[in-house]
């Protein structure tokens, strides 16, 4: 049975979470970590359409009409065949989709070099405007405190 002092205990153990919880989703960096995420998703359905409908049949054409994404052995055994590798799947046969990976590795190869030049794209604009930043001459620097001070002693000494 709670007694009434570890209710209250519990209680403003919850409501110092709860404001953590606000405090933490109300960081701007947490917002743009969501809008990260969400134009990373439509950024890698993009990066899934180039390769699937440019580049695999460019890489194809050039293997001699190869489909990678088509590629996979069966290891249940058996003497069955199959067309295709969702036909295979479909069947209930264990597959190893050795040119789904392969295609993975090419999407994975493709978004990073994509988030590379982005990065670095980046990083050398921010470099430029350091480089403005040191390059602007300093504003002129007015009397500190302390000569401010020293100015009112002066002239309060001298009456």
Same mark, same amino acid.
């Given at each position: %049975? !709670?007694?009434?002092?570890?209710?209250?205990?519990?209680?403003?153990? !919850? =409501?110092?979470?709860?404001?953590?919880?606000?405090?933490? /989703?109300?960081?701007?960096?947490?917002?743009?970590?969501?809008?990260? &995420?969400? /134009?990373?998703?439509?950024?890698?359905?993009?990066?899934?359409?180039?390769?699937?409908?440019?580049?695999?049949?460019? /890489?194809?054409?050039?293997?001699?009409?190869?489909?990678?994404?088509? *590629?996979?052995?069966?290891?249940?055994?058996?003497?069955?065949?199959?067309?295709?590798?969702?036909?295979? !799947? =479909?069947?209930?046969?264990?597959?190893?989709?050795?040119? @789904?990976? &392969? %295609?993975? &590795?090419?999407?994975?190869?493709?978004?990073?070099?994509?988030?590379? %030049?982005?990065? !670095? @794209?980046?990083?050398? &604009?921010? =470099?430029?405007?350091?480089?403005?930043?040191?390059?602007?001459?300093? +504003?002129?620097?007015?009397?500190?405190?302390?000569? /401010?001070?020293?100015?009112?002693?002066?002239?309060? +000494? *001298?009456?």
């Amino acid at each position: %049975m !709670r007694t009434r002092a570890s209710k209250k205990f519990a209680h403003l153990e !919850r =409501d110092k979470m709860l404001k953590e919880f606000k405090d933490f /989703i109300a960081k701007g960096n947490v917002l743009d970590m969501a809008v990260g &995420i969400i /134009i990373g998703a439509a950024f890698t359905a993009i990066v899934a359409s180039l390769v699937a409908d440019l580049i695999n049949p460019i /890489i194809g054409l050039a293997m001699g009409g190869v489909d990678f994404s088509n *590629k996979f052995a069966i290891l249940s055994g058996g003497d069955a065949t199959y067309a295709s590798l969702a036909e295979a !799947r =479909d069947a209930g046969a264990s597959v190893f989709a050795y040119g @789904s990976f &392969i %295609m993975a &590795i090419i999407n994975f190869l493709i978004i990073a070099f994509v988030v590379f %030049m982005l990065v !670095r @794209s980046v990083n050398k &604009i921010k =470099d430029a405007a350091k480089k403005e930043e040191a390059a602007a001459p300093a +504003a002129p620097a007015g009397p500190s405190e302390l000569d /401010i001070l020293k100015e009112i002693r002066d002239s309060l +000494a *001298k009456k």
